[in-house]
C-alpha cells in the first residue's frame, strides 16, 4: 500500500464514522416517526444539503472500498499489482457512478 493509499483509506475511515451514524439516526428517526418513502423523499427533493451529504457518504465510501478490495486483492490472489490496482480503481469508478446516480434520484430526480 502506497502512502497516500493509506492516508486515503485512513482519511475515509474517520470521514465514513460521522456520516454512517449520522445516516442510521436518520433511518430511526423516520422509521419512528412513521415516516412513508414518498415522504422521506418529499422532505429531500431539492435539499443542497442533503446532496452534499449524501455526495461526500459516496466519495467516502467508494475510495474507502476500492482501497479496501485493491488491498485485499493484494494479499490474498496471486494477481499482481498493477491488476489489482487496475480493479480497485475500477471499483471506485463503479460505486462513484452507482452512488451519484442515487443521490440524483434522491434529491432532484
Not at 444539503?49 to 461526500?56: P, Q, S, V
Not at 474507502?64 to 480493479?87: D, F, M, N, S
Amino acid at each position: 500500500m502506497t502512502p497516500l493509499s493509506y492516508l486515503l483509506q485512513r482519511g475515509t475511515a474517520m470521514a465514513l464514522v460521522p456520516l454512517v451514524i449520522i445516516h442510521l439516526a436518520v433511518i430511526i428517526w423516520a422509521i419512528q416517526g412513521g415516516l412513508s418513502a414518498e415522504e422521506i423523499l418529499s422532505r429531500t427533493r431539492g435539499s443542497l444539503l442533503w446532496a452534499a451529504f449524501y455526495g461526500l457518504f459516496v466519495l467516502a465510501a467508494a475510495i474507502h472500498a476500492g482501497i479496501g478490495v485493491q488491498t485485499v486483492l493484494r494479499e490474498w490472489t496471486p494477481l499482481g499489482r498493477r491488476a489489482a490496482t487496475g480493479l480497485g480503481h475500477g471499483l471506485i469508478a463503479l460505486l462513484l457512478v452507482l452512488g451519484a446516480r442515487a443521490v440524483y434520484a434522491v434529491v432532484w430526480a
